[in-house]
């Protein structure tokens, strides 16, 4: 009997794969060959391993100007989203009190990426590109993020007895996986199918 361990909740979840210092597999839209995306500093980026052709995503900031106005002293914080505004230190801002003008220093965040967020249809989320190890079985998609996802899929598909560790939380990474895709009608032939995937170069 074959036996497997399950693995914590978002091991493979596109954003925490990425935060971890790995690569998520992806289709270059330029040469359909193979391209990969990784995070470096406050930046998303991707590159093709064929043609060369990359993007990025650059991390967004919000930009608040809060203080106490001038002239009535209740304390404000209003989001200034005006481009022309958010290139300097600090910036004139109406008080939403009583209208005076405030000259006030302006302070900038991060904007969560939403960490929970993961692919979406074979696709992912912040480049909307293909992954790159992608297929089909009885119509229905069939993905993995990376080498090392395929290589938990095929194990864990394949398994007879696929159980928990005892330090996993609730949740493993088998929850967040389609019932197409755990279900034992579909068992040889989605092994069969990821099998094939791990052929592709990359």
Same mark, same amino acid.
């Given at each position: ?20 210092? $790995? ?19 406050? $930046?998303? &980026? ?26 009535? $002293? ?40 939403? =960490?929970?967020?993961? &692919? ?59 019932? =197409? ?13 990821? &099998?094939?995937?791990?052929?592709? &170069?990359?």
């Amino acid at each position: 009997m074959k036996r497997f361990v399950d693995e914590g909740a978002y091991k493979y979840n596109f954003y925490w794969v990425l935060r971890r210092g $790995e690569r998520v597999d992806v289709t270059c839209q330029s040469c359909g060959g193979h391209a990969y995306i990784e995070e470096c500093q406050d $930046e998303i &980026t991707w590159k093709c391993s064929a043609c060369y052709a990359h993007g990025v995503e650059k991390q967004v900031y919000q930009y608040h100007a809060k203080g106490n106005c001038v002239l009535c $002293e209740r304390w404000f914080n209003v989001e200034v989203t005006d481009e022309k505004k958010v290139s300097h230190k600090s910036t004139h801002i109406h008080c939403p009190h009583c209208g005076a003008v405030n000259q006030v220093e302006l302070h900038s965040k991060p904007v969560c990426r939403r =960490y929970i967020m993961d &692919t979406r249809d074979g696709r992912d989320p912040v480049f909307g590109m293909e992954l790159y190890f992608l297929d089909h079985v009885r119509g229905k998609l069939v993905w993995a993020v990376n080498r090392a996802h395929l290589n938990y899929l095929i194990s864990y598909v394949s398994a007879d007895l696929r159980v928990r560790r005892g330090n996993v939380p609730l949740k493993t990474a088998s929850h967040y996986l389609p019932v =197409y895709m755990k279900e034992a009608k579909n068992r040889d032939q989605m092994v069969r199918t990821l &099998t094939k995937l791990q052929h592709k &170069t990359g």
